[in-house]
């Protein structure tokens, strides 16, 4: 079993930066994807950013690419999504995910390790 835990989220302003933090524990090498989804208030859930678990490849959504990086710490099971610029659009709940497959799905019902979520809420 694959466990998902988030750190880092947060009230922030609009233009300030934010780091989310996902740990992975238990059975860490059924993990080869990994990424993020974000829900905001009153939406369903919307990929974010990916990353292959060796942090070989990076894919980002088109709605954030540019202010967003996601990152691999390969030594300590954790993953990391650098947030600079941030808008109010962006208040979200921010969930770290994997997936045992090549290509994170950008449908969540397809993705199949979730974290429990974090929030993240830019004021104006």
């Known amino acids: 079993q694959v466990k998902l835990v988030e750190t880092g989220g947060g009230l922030v302003q609009t233009g300030d930066s934010l780091t989310l933090s996902c740990t992975a524990s238990?059975?860490?090498?059924?993990?080869?994807?990994a990424g993020w989804f974000r829900q905001p208030p009153g939406a369903g859930r919307e990929f974010v950013a990916g990353?292959?678990?060796?942090?070989?490849?990076?894919f980002y959504s088109e709605s954030i690419e540019g202010r967003f990086t996601i990152s691999r710490d390969n030594a300590k099971n954790t993953m990391n999504l650098q947030m600079n610029s941030l808008k109010p659009e962006d208040t979200a709940v921010y969930y770290c995910?994997?997936?045992?497959?090549?290509?994170?799905?950008?449908?969540?019902?397809?993705?199949?390790?979730w974290g429990q979520g974090t929030q993240v809420t830019v004021s104006s």
């Open positions: 238990g059975r860490t090498s059924d993990i080869y994807t």
């Open positions: 995910v994997g997936d045992q497959s090549g290509a994170l799905s950008s449908n969540p019902r397809y993705v199949q390790f």
């Open positions: 990353i292959r678990w060796d942090g070989s490849r990076t």
